[in-house]
Structure formats: structure tokens, C-alpha cells
């Protein structure tokens, strides 16, 4: 490979420039017009169809199609060819074709042999400010502010350029108000402003800040900020918009990272990768489900069979989290090279398929917060199982008797069978547990299939009809009664629950074995049992069973899903129905019986049939059905013991009840990395060659390396790399982004307005020495958020006045010559976002319900569906009197009042807030149910703070509203209005103010 | 029994009063401009000198019924003899795999015979006899195709060119271009199925990025008066404190904005309230039926249990549009369920003659009066129609149901009004309706379409987002020459 020069200096490019504009003097050069419009796509980071136009070298050798040029003639030139093509070979393919004179240009440069040192193009976009290296700055030295704060002497230089004044310091109480919603994100109460106003000491405003930044609700407030860029949400999205119920604990991990002050490097890597580093910390397990809480296409991803469905929404899916850490890290906006290369910023297809592998072997999913505290729940549960289940055993057989479905497990009656052992109908095979059948094959019905086991005489698949003879035992027992079926069968008569059993309790009731003891028989089957006096006396002593007679009893149930009319169960001692439940459903519940046995041997035959309305969900289950003593001589001390048995179970059943269930969280499945191919205008239909893993040049080639693999590496190989590139005090952009992002907060708008787009498509820094200055500060001071949210708001820049009491008209004041307040010369005011004016209001009314974390407060009526269904709702209860942070968020039904106040859709990430105004929104401030409420609330809360006197209220509702002490005329208007309308409509109205939404 | 009486701006009086009042900052003709173009001098950031026309408009309005769930151009719109030659033989089950569901059944021409109609001779199925006779109006698009065959995605797509969800919807993106003709309307209104709200839900038509003021306002076909969310309180209270209220209100906003001259959206604020008064009264007055006559309750069937909510929803989209509503989107059937009846919409996997059967008779009953409604008061010129669907419907039975599965390859939409040549069809599906053949397209042509008879250069209305100039047409989009008139 070629020496390469690299050029950078602009000194190099005046010579480059002569050097082409001696051939053509009064216009642009032919050096100039190829690296401005090719060497983008054949240059030294990307090689389309293997042709380089950034050497002459490459120029004369040419790509897949051919030589570039032909020296000397213009004409017979490839490059003339397709610089000209009016098709779709034109090149460049995108933007504007070369104007006419470009061309002239290029043939003359080609025919004059073309003239060309042995320098390289630089693509210039590799320029770009973002992508340079911090750059350290000395702090301005100003002779008047010579201990000022850094920031405000980097502000003062610019506003000296322009000749502008910056206005003064806001009032006490303006600042306290800004700063309380700034950083805790509710109103400072009227005790607070009062104790702040009167605190004449030089650190007061200090005190202040460091006292706000280790409150809790600062924790709450920012996690805000940093949900909206990660598009956090509860539920899925999409069409069937499931719930999330596990999201939660990333949502407080965010809090608690921000509250502990998380060095910033941490909080990015935790986030990539906390669930692949090799602490096993439970807390950097839940911060990587940063990758997993957008949205997520449930029936692209699962439901569709459709192949072709399911690797679009794969590739959607990744390219979300791919978005979502480049966007929120670095502020660049890989997502846009996935069809094709980045139209603005050096990023070829290629690096955008790089970064998709890194997270290829990200799956979406709940999982365990912490493997070992599952093991360690299961193996206490585990334990107390196997205690529990040896005590129901001995209590079954000692008030129960012979349990028909231990027999057709395969046991005596009295709990040796296997649970889940059962018998075919249709032929008396025997079916293990693990031997699960749909719906039986080959079924004939009303053939008696005789059976090995003792006790069991036969069994057979009914279909029974008008004076139809049904045979039921071997001996030649026939049963009449039974009425005609689908002759349909499904899976086996079973030892407790069938295949696919719908559910195992009825009337609250679990039945599920060891507890109780289930005999099911899903329609249409038939079991006939041999009791032969024999063998039940050697089961029961006469000591036992003093008369020798014996009854059968039990409970019966339909558990499908059928509410009514499901199916019917049959019971016939001796081949006559002694009990019939025609048209058993759910509803139903379960059904008692108990039938005394006639003396000597019997046949004892139970029956489910489908009620003539097929099979599905027909689970006929006989609930503890056992053959037990008529008059049984319990002993006191088998009574004592059935009792002190009973006691015990209960005892475990409540320490399995109590034992917390793992935690679970919505993150991150990792998975061996599936091979990911470029994708040809990114369909998923049309894949390219196979890309490793990589991270992006354009920060820097050395950087890069750290994050190039191969294709075996793992999950976590490719993650941590990753993670490692962002994380690189060589990388600049992390540090300009996040530094960026909290001065966007504090003052409305960023050094670089487009807090997530650092590219050439985004804006410029309008104080760039000032950005990396901060940038190197976090670097230095260990990535501490705190210390950054300080410099910043100990600032004069912070502490100014938003309102500009000059007439403006005079052309040098500040409003003229900076309307847009690119200089900071004065503090932005801002309109509350839509949760913190929710807070707000919740916090003037005397609402606020301040419990931290777990699961968020939902208001809205959910209903099961397909795709469920959320209805938002006003709720007077004082677990949604939470602050909005704890707001369980349904992606595809936004709620109504918040997004009126733009509150953004989570389906998108939201690195700057829209701030609209519309009569709908002041509609719902006005009319709302939540407003009225708080206002009602805020109305008792004014009457149990001071009384009943008119004034009194005015006052104190106007300082808890706005933050200050009222005027007289405003005392006055007040009033007036709590004497003519009432003190609620006061409180409406001040909920509704400019001066209650805004804050200056 | 509550009062819910207009309360926001009481008596004209005391409104001219007020607005005569403001003498510190906005004059009164200062304010209405700003009320009139409120959403602009409101939003954000502004598309860099695009907010006017870009070319003299045909079409003012834009009427657009959306048929969720898939409906089948096999069965309605787009004649296949083809098919009628292969029905019964089972079709490719390698390429049938492919689909939603993943099995293929049978070829199956369509339930409905076709016949030719009016002075074009284009075909038509009987499904719809009302909406044959008004054929020489209607424009189709038999190429439409959607980039995923999943109802959420492809309503997206439809919807705002993009099947992920969070981009701004057509009527987002034409009332940010346009604004508003009135203040005393929102500028664009969704009128959503009475069962219930379709796929995706209001994502449908939210203004993702765009600002709030563009997302549509979901109006209430009940015929109560509080027709859109937080129009009235939520309580009874008298006229008189809320006007009181008001009046404190607005003294209040007053005096804060007077001492913070150089902030424009305080004043927005204050307008935006008297813009809200208007709201109320004006949002009771035109969902109120009871107005129109009753040869009109008869045209567009408003007392038939199964027709009249649609019915409804197409009389009140002309209302609306009478009154200078930009952009009107009617939803004809509303989300699946997992219940075993009739689908709530076009979603006919297993029984397309239960499901079609039921729901062609709807659409063509509301969507041949409101043509026929609008041309007869001379308001068709001005109004575009457009009725579509996220996809079509398979041109082969869903295994052994006697259904069709979605099918993004090929589906028809159609337009009418508003500038388009009637009677006249553009592109085509393969010979059974399988994939688009002759001159294919998406959603992109039929918006770029759209917007330029509106006045608007689809490549030219962009908003900057995350890195991205966006457009509703993302980087594709031709206007469809053939269809205008």
C-alpha cells in the first residue's frame, strides 16, 4: 500500500488548490470538484466498486467497471461517461448532477494528462469539528471578573465581540423558583423562598444548589431527560401494545445512577454492558436494559410464521438499538447510512452494519435481575416442596381413602402413582408424563380396550345416542344413556391435568396435585374401574371400616374455558347412571357427589362427553373422587394426626406463599451473535457481504481498532469493546454530548442546539471553547454529573435575569443585535414541560404522594385484548398522586392531558421537547378532570393551612402558585374572586396562569 | 343534570371588551393574526421558508377514509378473469409461506362478481353498487403496495410513510404547510370507528415530531355537544364563575406578559384561550345532525344500525370541511378483537363474505353519499377524497378458511375530487392480484400525489429531525401525472 500523506492544515490545501488552479484559473478546480463530490464513495474509507478518485494512482488504474480515464482523451473517459449519464448510472448518484462547466472542467483536466502531485484528497467532512480531539483552552482572562466562574468568562469574551451587555442577576426569588424546577422539578414551597430570601450570608446560593443537587427529586427529575432520549416506555408498542410489567427497575436504576452520582463513563458502560461484566452486580444487570426499553413489534418478531416478516422487524429492531446508543452517547446519526452512506457525515453503509453486529446478539426479553438469588429461591423452594408433598401424601390417604387418580397413575390409591401418568382411551396404552397428545389418531369409538391394571377393568372412547347400547366392562356390562358425541378424543385420561390444560382451579380453588388429588378426563373418554371386595378389604382393615361397605365421593368440574354448557360427566355403578352433569361449564364450579356402593364387587364407571359442540377446552376433572370406608372408625389418634398434618402443610403452603418470587427486569437476552450482511438499500431481502463487527472511523483510526472484531467473538466481547470505544477519553464525543445535554436543561438550549445530532447536518457550537472546556472538566473530575450541574449553576450565566425590562428599540441593546440569545446575555425563560407542570400542580394542591421507585402508578383501565386496551382515566387515589416519573407509560395510547402539554411519544427518541401552544392545551388546563380535582384539592388545602378568610386564602394560594408574596391589587382581584365564584375557582384559575406555567 | 355552557369567552360584549384591552402588547389585529396562524407563531423550529404554497392549489380539503384491517381488492376493486380461470387450484405453498400466516390455500376469484360501469366502463365488483354509480368520479391506484404485511406497521406506513411508529401523519404534515382555513375549528379532525380505535391506535395520527398543534383531534360522532376531550369541564358549574374565572385569568396573564416584553408565546397563550372559547362554541354547533335534512339523514343512511355510525361520520367530515377544516380522516372499522364474530374490521382471515359482506355495505352506503353529497353542493372541486386501506387481501384462500391473508403486494386505493381525473385507473397487480406489476407503488406516490394538488412540493416540505430533513415521503415519492384531472 501507498505512502499516504494525510492533509489537514488548511496551508496544505491552498497548495493542493494552486496546484489544480494554475490549469483553470477563474473557477473551481478538478481536485477540488472530485474530492467535493467522489472521494466520499471512492476514497480511502470507502471503495465503491473498488475505485479510488483520491490519488491519481487510482484514477489511472480505475475499479470494476474499468478505467477511470483514459490520459489524454476526455472523450473515450468512464468518469465523463457517468458524470454526464442522464440515467440512473449518473454519478455521483446523489444531489445535484455536475453542472455543465464542472464537466468542461474535468475533460480539460483529463486531457491536459491530468496534472496531480503525489498528494491524497482528504474527504473534508473527516474536518468536521465534532471528531476533533478536545481541545484544552485557557480560561479567558478578563481584568474585571478576574474570579469569575470559567463559564461566564468564555460568555463574557463572545458578548464583548457583539458589544453586548448581559442583563443582571434575576431576584431571589426568580432564582429559587428556576432552580427548584431546574433541578428538582417542582416549586420551591413559600417557606423555602422566604428562608432564602432573608439568608443574607455570601454562600446562600451555594448552599442552596448543593442542598438541591442532593435531594432525591433531583434523582426523579433528571431521569426525565434521560427517558425521553432512551424512548422508555411499559408496554411494547406496536399493534398488540403489551404490557411490560418488568420495565420498571431500569427506569429507578436511572434514578438512583443519577442520585449517587454514577461517573458518567460508568453510567455509559453499565448501560451497554452491564449484564455481560464480569462483577455480576444485579444493578448493572437492570442499567443494560438501556438497549431494551424502546419499542419492540411483537408480532413481527413472534407471531408471524412469515420469515420475510420476521428479519424486517429483527432489522428494525436493531437498528433501534443501534440508534438509540449512537444518537445517545455520541451524537451521531449512524441510523441514516443503513440504506446507503451517511448523505452528510463520513459513515458508509458499511460502519452502520459494523455497529448493527456489535449488537447482534442482543435479544429483547424479561429475564432474572440475578441468577443467584433465583438459585437460591428455587432450591428453598424446592426443599419446602418436597417437605410439603411427603405431608399432603399420608394427610390424602388418611381423609381421603383410595384416590382414583393415583390408581390411573399408576399407584395403590394411596400416593404411590406418578403425577401426570395417564391412560389412552382409545387404546389403554400407557402415557407418561412427558407423553402429551393433542388430539388422538385412529380413535374407534365404543371399542372396550381392556386394561393391565387390576383395578382398572377397561376403557373406551363413548359415542352413545338414543337407545344406543354402550359396552363398559369386559364382563359384558352395557350402559345405556349416554348421549351421541364427535367421537373426537384429546390426549389421556390422566393422573392430574391433561395437555394444554386451560387451568387447574375452579371456584378459587387450585386442584393441582400433590393438594388435592385430579382425575381428568378430557371428552370424550370413559374409565370403568373393577372394585372387587377383595381387594378394597385388603386396602381397609375392619378396624378401619367396621360395616364393610364403602362410598364413592368427590367433587366434579369443568376447568376449560367454557363458561356454560362445555361438556357433560357421567357416573354409573353397575352400568345405571347413578349421577349425570349434563352441560357442565366454568361457571358451574364443582359439583359434590358421594354414592354409597353396593355390598360385594362392583363397577364403577366415569364418562366425559362434549355436549355435541366438539372437543376444544373439554377438560372434565374428578376432584379428590376416592373409594373410602361408609362408616370409617377414625381413632382419636389418626385424628390427632390428620389434624397436626393439616397444620403443617398450612404452615408450608404459607412459607412457599411468602417466598419472594426473583426479580425480573425487561433488558437484555444475551445470545451467541448471529452474522449480519450488509444489506443492498437496507431490505433484508437483498444481503451483502458479511460484516464484523466495528465501531466508527471518523473519531479516529486508532480508535477504532478497539472495537473491531471477528466473527467468532462473543456478545460480550463485542459489547464491552464497544463500550470501551465510546468510554475512551480519546473518544471527544461522549464528553460534548453529555456536557451539552445539561446545559440544553439549564438553559433551554444547548451549545449545540441539536443535542443528538454532532454531525455536519447539526448545528454548530455557539460557544465551542467553552463546550470542550466543560467536555475536558468532566473527563478530569472523574465524570461527575454533580460537579458539571455546580460549575453550571453557580454561573452568573445561570443566574440571570430572563426578563428584559428595556424598551429594545435602541440598536445596540442586546435584543437587537441577539434576538435568538445565542450569547446567553440573559437566561431563557421556559414553559414547564407537560410532567413537570403535572408535579407542580400536584405539589401547590398539597397532593403529592413522594414514595420513590417500583413499579409505576397507572391510571388508566386496562382490558385484555388482542391488542389491549388502555383508557386513561383520572383516578382519586393517592398512589397516582405520584410525581410523573413513576407514571407507567403505554406506548401506542399516549395520554391525553400530558401530550397536550407535549410531553413526547416514546415510540421516538426525544433529545429536545417541542413547546407548543393550541387551544386544545389550554382547553385541557381549563376543563381537564385532573386540573379540577387539583384544584379542589388545592381549595381544602388553602382552608386547612389558614381558614376560612377570604384574604388569607388569596395570599397564601397566590405564594404557594407563584412562588411569592402577592400585591395588594392581586390580594385584592383574589379576593374577590373567592367571594363571587368561590376559593375553588380561584384555585383553577391560578393553575391555569402564565405565571404558574412559566418560569422566568 | 350539569350545565356545560360555553364558559371560556362569555358575552360578544365583554369580548370586544377584552380584546380592545390589550393595548400594551398585541393590538386586536395583531392578535387575530396570531390566532390565525397560531400554530406557526407557536411551534418550534420552522422548515426554513416553506411554510406557503409551493404552486397554485387545486384542492383545499382533504377527506380521507381509511379502511383498516386489509381490505381485499380482489373482492372489490381490482378485476381478475384470471383468477376466475384458477379458482379451486391451490397455489405456490413455498411462496405462501412467506405470508402473515404462513399457509396458502386455494386460488379463489372474488365473491362478489364484477361489472363494468358508467361512462368509463372501469370495473367494479357488487359489493359496492352505491359507490359504482359514482365510478367516473373515482381515480384508482391498482399498484399500491406496503413494506410490511403486520396491521401496526403498514397502518404506520400508510399513514406517515414510515412503518415505524412516531413520524408525523399526512394530515400532520399538510396542516403544518397549510395552517388552517378557520380558527374556530381544529385544522385537522379524525372521526375514529364508534367500535373502537384501529391498529396502532392514535399513533395513527399524531404529529410525531411536527409540533402538537398538527396531530389530529379526535372528534366524537355521539352528537353530544362535548365532542372533543376537555371541550367542557369535567363538572357542572355556573356561567357566571367561570366567566369571573376567566376574566382574573386573562387580567392576570396580562400583566406578567406586559412586564416580559420580549416573550411572543406569553401572548400566544393568552390567545390561544380566546381560540379555545371559539372551540366551544363552534364544536357543538357542527356535530349537531339534527340540522341537516332529512332527504341527507336518508342519502348517507344514518338511522341503519349497521350503516348510520359511518354514515355519521361521512356527513360530519362534510360538515367539517364546509366549515374549513384542512384535513378530515374517517376511520371505517376500529382494532381486532379476539372475539369470534364479525371482525371489527376489514381483517377477513376466515370468512370473507361475513366480514367483507358486512363491511362493504358500510363503505359503500357513507362513501357514495359523501361524494355524491359534496359534488351536488360544489364542494367535490375543492375536496379531495381518498379511500384506502394498509394492504390488500391474498387472491388465494388462508389455508382451509374461507378467508384471505394480508397481502402488502398488491392493493388498490382511490381518489376522487380535489383536481382528479374520475374514471380512470393507474397501474396494475400481476394477473391474480398477487403483486404489484404495471407501474408499482407505495403509499409515497399517492401522498406526493396529494399534496401537490394541494400546492405542495412533496420534496419540499421537510422538518428537521434527529439528523434528518424528513419528509413525509421519505426520499421517494412521484406525483402520479395520470390521475389529474
Given at each position: ?16 488548490g494552486?496546484?489544480a488552479?494554475c ?5 473551481e ?13 471512492h ?31 476526455s472523450?473515450?473517459s468512464?468518469?465523463i461517461a ?11 448518484p ?7 462547466d464542472?464537466?468542461?472542467i ?6 491536459q ?10 474527504d ?8 476533533q480531539?478536545?481541545r ?18 468564555f ?20 432564582l429559587?423558583r428556576r432552580?427548584?424546577?431546574?433541578v ?21 446560593w451555594e448552599?442552596?444548589?448543593d ?6 427529586q433531583?434523582?426523579?427529575r433528571w431521569?426525565r ?6 424512548h422508555?416506555?411499559?408496554t ?5 401494545d ?11 436504576w436511572?434514578?438512583?445512577a443519577?442520585?449517587?452520582d ?6 455509559i ?18 442499567a443494560?436494559?438501556?438497549?431494551a ?5 411483537f408480532?413481527?418478531?413472534v ?5 420475510v ?15 438509540q ?10 441510523h ?22 456489535i ?9 432474572l435481575?440475578?441468577?443467584?438469588e ?8 424446592s ?7 411427603a405431608i399432603d ?12 387418580a393415583d390408581?390411573?397413575g399408576?399407584?395403590?390409591?394411596f400416593g404411590?402413582?406418578?403425577?401426570g401418568?395417564?391412560v ?8 407418561q ?20 391394571n ?8 363413548p ?7 354402550l ?9 345405556r344413556g349416554?348421549p ?13 391435568p391433561?395437555?394444554s ?7 378459587g ?5 400433590p ?7 378430557h ?5 370403568t374401574?373393577r ?8 386396602s ?20 376449560g374455558?367454557?363458561?356454560t354448557q ?7 355403578v ?17 359439583k ?36 373410602a370406608?361408609l362408616d370409617p ?24 406463599d ?7 427486569v425487561y433488558?437484555?437476552?444475551s445470545?451467541t ?18 460484516v ?12 477504532a481498532?478497539?472495537a473491531?472484531?471477528d ?7 463485542r ?10 477519553e480519546e473518544?471527544?464525543l ?8 445539561l ?7 444547548g ?5 443528538s ?26 465524570w ?15 443566574r440571570?435575569?430572563s426578563?428584559d ?7 445596540n ?9 445565542e ?9 414547564l ?8 400542580m400536584?405539589?401547590v394542591?398539597?397532593?403529592?404522594n413522594?414514595t420513590?421507585?417500583?413499579p409505576g ?6 382490558q385484555?385484548?388482542y391488542?389491549?386496551v ?10 397516582v ?8 407509560v403505554?406506548?401506542?395510547t399516549?395520554?391525553?392531558?400530558l401530550?397536550?402539554l407535549d410531553?413526547p ?13 393550541t387551544?386544545?392545551q389550554?382547553l385541557?388546563t381549563?376543563?381537564?378532570?385532573f ?5 379542589e384539592?388545592f381549595a381544602?388545602?388553602?382552608?386547612s393551612?389558614v ?14 402558585a407563584?412562588s411569592?408574596?402577592?400585591t ?5 382581584s383574589a379576593?374577590?374572586l373567592i ?5 375553588f ?6 393553575l ?9 | ?12 360584549s ?11 402588547g398585541?393590538?386586536m389585529?395583531?392578535?387575530?393574526a ?8 407557536m411551534?418550534?423550529p420552522?422548515p426554513?421558508g416553506q411554510?406557503g404554497?409551493?404552486h ?15 381490505l381485499?381488492?380482489?373482492d ?7 383468477l ?13 409461506k ?7 390455500g386455494?386460488?379463489a ?10 361512462q ?5 365488483s357488487?359489493?359496492f353498487?352505491?359507490?359504482a ?7 384508482f391506484v391498482h399498484?399500491?403496495q ?6 401496526g ?24 404547510a397549510?395552517?388552517?382555513q378557520?380558527?374556530?375549528?381544529p385544522?385537522?379532525?379524525v372521526?375514529?370507528?364508534?367500535r373502537g ?5 392514535i ?8 409540533p402538537?398543534?398538527?396531530q ?6 355521539g ?6 376531550g ?14 369571573r374565572s376567566?376574566?382574573?385569568?386573562q387580567?392576570?396573564?396580562?400583566e ?16 390561544s ?8 362554541m363552534s ?6 345532525l ?16 349497521d ?16 366549515r374549513?377544516v ?18 371489527p374490521?376489514w381483517?377477513?382471515?376466515?370468512d ?6 358486512y ?5 359503500d352506503?357513507g362513501a ?10 360544489g364542494?367535490?372541486?375543492s ?7 394498509e ?7 388462508q ?10 403486494g398488491?392493493?388498490?386505493a ?6 382528479i381525473r374520475?374514471?380512470?385507473a393507474?397501474?396494475a397487480s400481476d ?7 404495471e ?12 399534496l ?9 416540505l ?16 412521484k406525483?402520479?401525472?395520470e390521475?389529474?384531472?
Open positions: 500500500m501507498a505512502m499516504q500523506v494525510i492533509l489537514r492544515s488548511s496551508a496544505a490545501w491552498l497548495l493542493l494552486g496546484l488552479l490549469q483553470s484559473p477563474s473557477s478546480s478538478a481536485l477540488e470538484i472530485l474530492r467535493d463530490r467522489c472521494i466520499q464513495c476514497g480511502q474509507r470507502i471503495e465503491e466498486g473498488k475505485l479510488r478518485l483520491d490519488h491519481r494512482d487510482g484514477l489511472l488504474h480505475g475499479g470494476e467497471s474499468g478505467k477511470a480515464i483514459q490520459l489524454g482523451h472523450a473515450e468512464l468518469l457517468r458524470v454526464s449519464a442522464t440515467d440512473e448510472t449518473r454519478m455521483p446523489d444531489g445535484q448532477a455536475l453542472t455543465q464542472q464537466i468542461e474535468l475533460r480539460r483536466f483529463i486531457d494528462g491530468a496534472p496531480w502531485g503525489n498528494q491524497n484528497l482528504q473534508s467532512r473527516m474536518d468536521h469539528w465534532a471528531w480531539p478536545l484544552p483552552t485557557n480560561v479567558p482572562w478578563l481584568d474585571t471578573q478576574s474570579d469569575a466562574n470559567p463559564i461566564d468568562r460568555l463574557a469574551v463572545a458578548m464583548s465581540k457583539r458589544g453586548v451587555e448581559p442583563l443582571p442577576r434575576a431576584s431571589r426569588k426568580e429559587i432552580l427548584s424546577f431546574d428538582v422539578g417542582a416549586p420551591p414551597s413559600p417557606e423555602e423562598v422566604q428562608e432564602y430570601e432573608t439568608d443574607l450570608s455570601e454562600d446562600a448552599r442552596l444548589v442542598r438541591m443537587l442532593a435531594s432525591p433531583y434523582g426523579e431521569a431527560h434521560w427517558l425521553d432520549i432512551a422508555y416506555a411499559d411494547h408498542g406496536f399493534e398488540r403489551q404490557r411490560r410489567d418488568h420495565a420498571w427497575p431500569y427506569r429507578d436511572v434514578i438512583d443519577l442520585n449517587t454514577l461517573p458518567y463513563d460508568q453510567f458502560l453499565h448501560q451497554i454492558a452491564g449484564d455481560v461484566l464480569p462483577d455480576k452486580d444485579p444493578r448493572s444487570t437492570i443494560s436494559s438501556f438497549l426499553v424502546g419499542p419492540w413489534d408480532v413481527g418478531q407471531e408471524t410464521p412469515s420469515p416478516i420476521k428479519r424486517l422487524a429483527r432489522a428494525d429492531d436493531l437498528d433501534d438499538i443501534v440508534t446508543v449512537m444518537t445517545s452517547f455520541c451524537g451521531v446519526t449512524v441514516c447510512a443503513r440504506c446507503h452512506h451517511h448523505k452528510l457525515d463520513p459513515v458508509g453503509q458499511q460502519e452502520y452494519y459494523g455497529l448493527t453486529a449488537f447482534s446478539g442482543v435479544k429483547r426479553g424479561d429475564r435481575v440475578w441468577q443467584d433465583a438459585q437460591a429461591i428455587e432450591a428453598t423452594r426443599q419446602l416442596k418436597g417437605r410439603k408433598l401424601q399420608e394427610l390424602l390417604k388418611l381423609s381421603h381413602g383410595l384416590l382414583l390408581i390411573v399408576g399407584g395403590n390409591g404411590t402413582g406418578l403425577i401418568v395417564g389412552d382411551p382409545s387404546t389403554a396404552g400407557l402415557k408424563p412427558h407423553e402429551k397428545s393433542g388430539f388422538l389418531d385412529g380413535v374407534v369409538a365404543n371399542r372396550l380396550n381392556p386394561t393391565e387390576p383395578w382398572i377393568d377397561s376403557v373406551f372412547v359415542d352413545g345416542g338414543a337407545g344406543k347400547e359396552a363398559i366392562s369386559q364382563s359384558g356390562k352395557i350402559a349416554i351421541a358425541t364427535g367421537a373426537k378424543v384429546w390426549d389421556a385420561i390422566r393422573n392430574g391433561v395437555n390444560q386451560f387451568s387447574t382451579s375452579l371456584d380453588v387450585d386442584c393441582a396435585p393438594g388435592h388429588s385430579m382425575l381428568s378426563l371428552a370424550n373418554a370413559g374409565i374401574f372394585l372387587k371386595a377383595d381387594l378394597l378389604d385388603q381397609f382393615s375392619p378396624q378401619e371400616n367396621p360395616s364393610g361397605r364403602f362410598v364413592f365421593s368427590g367433587m366434579v368440574g369443568y376447568f374455558q367454557t363458561p362445555g361438556a357433560d360427566a357421567y357416573i354409573l353397575d352400568g345405571q347412571v347413578v349421577n349425570k352433569f349434563p352441560g357442565l361449564g366454568r361457571d358451574d364450579g364443582l359434590s357427589f358421594r354414592i354409597e356402593l353396593p355390598k360385594g364387587d362392583s363397577l364403577l364407571t366415569l364418562i366425559a362427553t362434549d355436549h355435541g359442540n366438539g372437543i376444544g377446552h373439554d377438560q372434565i376433572c374428578f376432584i379428590d373422587a376416592s373409594i370406608p372408625n377414625t381413632s382419636a389418634q389418626q385424628k390427632d394426626r390428620i389434624e397436626s398434618l393439616a397444620k403443617e402443610s398450612g404452615l408450608l403452603q404459607g412459607e412457599l411468602r417466598l419472594p418470587e426473583p426479580r425480573k433488558g437484555v437476552l445470545e451473535p448471529a452474522s449480519i450482511r450488509l444489506l443492498h438499500r437496507g431490505n433484508t431481502e437483498e444481503p451483502g457481504q458479511e464484523l463487527p466495528s465501531a466508527l472511523a471518523c473519531v479516529g483510526p486508532n480508535l481498532s478497539i473491531r472484531l466473527a467468532q467473538s462473543t456478545d460480550a466481547q459489547r464491552l469493546g464497544l463500550a470501551q470505544w465510546i468510554c475512551s473518544n471527544p461522549p464528553a460534548r454530548v453529555i456536557v451539552n445535554r446545559w440544553h436543561h439549564h438553559f433551554g438550549k451549545i449545540v442546539a441539536t443535542p445530532d454532532f454531525g455536519l447536518g447539526g448545528a454548530l457550537p455557539s460557544h465551542p471553547e467553552l463546550l470542550d472546556w466543560l467536555a475536558l472538566q468532566l473527563q478530569q473530575g472523574g461527575s454529573l454533580k460537579r458539571l450541574h455546580r460549575l453550571i449553576l453557580l454561573s452568573e450565566a445561570y440571570r435575569s426578563i425590562a428595556h424598551s429594545g428599540t435602541q440598536e441593546s442586546a435584543r437587537v443585535i441577539d434576538a435568538g440569545n450569547l446567553l446575555w440573559r437566561q431563557n425563560p421556559r414553559r414541560d407537560a410532567e413537570s407542570l403535572r408535579d407542580a400536584l405539589s394542591a398539597g397532593s403529592s413522594g420513590m421507585h417500583g402508578y397507572r391510571d388508566f383501565e386496562y385484555e385484548e391488542a389491549p388502555y383508557r386513561h382515566q383520572v383516578l382519586d387515589s393517592p398512589e398522586f405520584r410525581r410523573s416519573i413513576y407514571r407507567f403505554v406506548r401506542t399516549p395520554h391525553p392531558f401530550t397536550s410531553c411519544n416514546p415510540a421516538t427518541m426525544t433529545p429536545v421537547r417541542n413547546t407548543t401552544t387551544a386544545i389550554s385541557a381549563l376543563n381537564n378532570a386540573v379540577l380535582q387539583q384544584s384539592r381544602n388545602r388553602l382552608q393551612d381558614g376560612q378568610d377570604a384574604r388569607q386564602q388569596a395570599i397564601r394560594a397566590i405564594q404557594l407563584f411569592r408574596s402577592p395588594p391589587e392581586e390580594i385584592d379576593t374577590d367571594q363571587n365564584a368561590g376559593l375557582h380561584l384555585c383553577r384559575t391560578l391555569n396562569t402564565n405565571e404558574f406555567i412559566y418560569v422566568d | 343534570m350539569s350545565i356545560k355552557a360555553p364558559c371560556i369567552l362569555p358575552m360578544q365583554s369580548r370586544r371588551d377584552w380584546l380592545g384591552r390589550i393595548g400594551s398585541l393590538g389585529i395583531a392578535c387575530q396570531l390566532l390565525h396562524r397560531s400554530s406557526h407563531a411551534a418550534g420552522s426554513s411554510r404554497l409551493h397554485a392549489p387545486v384542492a383545499q380539503h382533504v377527506i380521507e377514509i381509511f379502511c383498516p384491517g386489509g381485499s381488492h380482489v372489490t376493486w381490482d378485476y381478475k378473469p384470471q376466475e380461470r384458477l379458482h379451486g387450484s391451490p397455489f405456490d405453498s413455498e411462496l405462501g412467506q405470508t402473515f400466516a404462513g399457509v396458502a386455494k386460488h376469484k372474488s365473491f362478489w362478481p364484477f361489472r363494468q360501469h358508467g368509463s366502463g372501469l370495473w367494479i357488487e359489493l353498487p352505491k359507490l354509480q359514482c365510478i367516473d368520479d373515482m381515480a399498484s399500491m406496503s413494506k410490511s404485511a403486520l396491521h406497521p403498514a397502518m404506520f406506513m400508510m399513514n406517515s410513510g414510515f412503518i415505524q411508529p412516531g413520524f408525523p401523519s399526512m394530515g400532520s404534515w399538510v396542516t403544518y397549510l395552517g388552517s378557520t380558527e374556530n375549528l385544522e385537522f379532525v372521526l375514529p370507528d364508534p380505535l384501529p391498529p396502532g391506535g399513533i395513527n395520527w399524531g404529529s410525531g415530531f411536527l402538537a398543534v398538527h389530529g383531534t379526535v372528534m366524537e360522532i352528537g353530544s355537544a362535548e365532542a372533543i376537555d371541550l367542557f369541564p369535567a363538572r357542572s358549574m355556573s356561567a357566571q364563575s367561570q366567566q376567566i376574566e382574573l385569568l387580567k392576570w396573564n396580562r406578567h406578559s406586559s412586564q416580559r416584553q420580549a416573550d411572543t408565546l406569553l401572548e400566544a397563550r393568552i390567545a384561550f380566546e381560540l379555545a372559547g371559539k372551540l366551544q364544536v357543538p354547533e357542527v356535530v349537531n339534527e340540522q341537516e335534512t332529512e332527504a341527507t339523514h336518508r342519502l348517507y343512511g344514518i338511522e341503519d344500525p350503516a348510520g355510525p359511518f354514515g355519521k361520520q361521512c356527513l360530519l367530515a362534510r360538515r367539517l370541511v364546509e374549513g384542512r384535513f378530515v380522516q374517517i376511520y371505517c372499522g376500529a382494532e381486532n378483537t379476539s372475539k369470534k364474530a364479525i371482525r374490521n381483517d377477513s382471515h376466515e370473507i363474505v361475513r366480514d367483507h359482506g363491511w362493504g355495505r358500510i363503505l352506503t357514495s353519499a359523501l361524494i355524491g353529497d359534496l359534488k351536488s353542493r364542494l367535490l372541486e375536496t379531495l377524497v381518498i379511500c384506502t386501506s394492504f390488500g387481501r391474498q387472491p388465494f384462500m389455508g382451509e378458511q374461507k378467508g384471505r391473508d394480508h397481502n402488502p398488491a392493493f388498490t382511490w381518489m376522487a375530487g380535489g383536481g374520475g374514471g380512470v393507474y397501474g394477473p391474480i392480484g398477487f403483486k404489484a406489476q407501474n408499482p407503488t407505495y403509499c409515497y406516490d399517492l401522498h406526493a400525489t396529494a401537490h394538488l394541494l400546492g405542495i412540493d412533496h420534496q419540499r421537510t422538518f428537521y429531525h434527529n439528523g434528518i430533513q424528513r419528509r413525509l415521503t421519505d426520499v421517494h415519492g406525483v402520479i401525472r390521475l389529474i384531472a
